[in-house]
């Protein structure tokens, strides 16, 4: 659809009575469009000059609409290409269920990838062996994957479960496959549920430059316990998730 056609698009005449700024309203206007998928992502929007004709207002009043909207990750610009309707593929992740990250990502129609960062085996620390219930020279598998769907990393996930429970696990091949299923199918873990817990925070600069991130936007931190049928538990996970992408449900009964 040419610019100008979506401007047309855009709905009724402002309320200059209402006592939402002008501003206010072209911002959900816009945003209407783009929910109704009248204007999809990667499709440019109509110019400033052409939103101000349409609604009859100053430029500087659609600036700051799309300033607005800029801010919260409804549009990107490009520098001398125009602005843009930005890619806002949410992922979310019910909390009923225990799932993997393969199996959420599939679900959502999406294609899983990982990008091993780090494996290697370590002594617990005495706080991580009193997690797992174990002593404290307990030797603990550590891997560290950049977690993608389609291409897009989305989070930093470092996995904790002791050695003995998996020989060998370091030498498969943990970008290619999903971890939980290589514990059930390889090493007989069944997991059945696991206690997480989950805190909006600032990514360290190293996490930002992992995940993609323009600048210091929020992450969920998510720690999970992950434990066997009989309530030993089995993984300890501490992910960063990109809190732009990133979205917890909670059916509510
Ligand atoms: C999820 C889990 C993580 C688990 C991973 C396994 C959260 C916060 N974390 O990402 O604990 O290790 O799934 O995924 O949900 P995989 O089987 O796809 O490797």
Avoid: W
């Avoid at 700024?21 to 998928?37: H, M, V, W």
């Avoid at 225990?98 to 999406?110: E, H, K, V, W």
């Avoid at 989950?198 to 993609?212: F, K, M, Y």
């Amino acid at each position: 659809m040419a610019g100008q056609s979506i401007a047309d698009t855009l709905g009724a005449p402002l309320d200059r009575e209402s006592p939402t700024p002008i501003f206010a309203q072209i911002r959900a206007r816009l945003e209407d469009t783009i929910s109704s998928g009248d204007l999809v992502a990667h499709q440019r929007i109509p110019s400033e000059r052409q939103l101000s004709d349409r609604f009859r207002v100053s430029r500087m009043t659609v600036r700051q609409a799309l300033d607005a909207l800029t801010r919260d990750r409804f549009l990107y610009s490009l520098p001398g290409k125009g602005t843009f309707v930005a890619d806002r593929k949410i992922i979310e992740q019910p909390l009923q269920h225990l799932t993997s990250f393969t199996q959420d990502i599939l679900a959502r129609g999406m294609r899983p990838s990982s990008r091993l960062l780090e494996g290697r085996i370590v002594q617990a620390s005495f706080e991580m062996a009193r997690l797992f219930g174990l002593a404290p020279t307990v030797e603990i598998v550590q891997v560290t994957r950049l977690r993608l769907a389609d291409d897009e990393p989305l989070a930093i996930e470092a996995v904790h479960i002791p050695s003995a429970l998996v020989p060998g696990l370091l030498d498969r091949d943990l970008a290619a496959e999903s971890l939980y299923l290589i514990l059930g199918r390889d090493y007989g873990l069944a997991l059945v549920g696991a206690r997480q817990t989950i805190e909006a925070a600032e990514p360290t600069v190293e996490e930002q430059r992992i995940l993609g991130l323009d600048g210091p936007r929020p992450v969920l931190r998510i720690s999970r316990l992950t434990h066997d049928a009989n309530g030993h538990v089995v993984e300890y996970a501490r992910s960063v998730y990109r809190g732009d992408r990133y979205h917890l449900t909670v059916e509510l009964r």
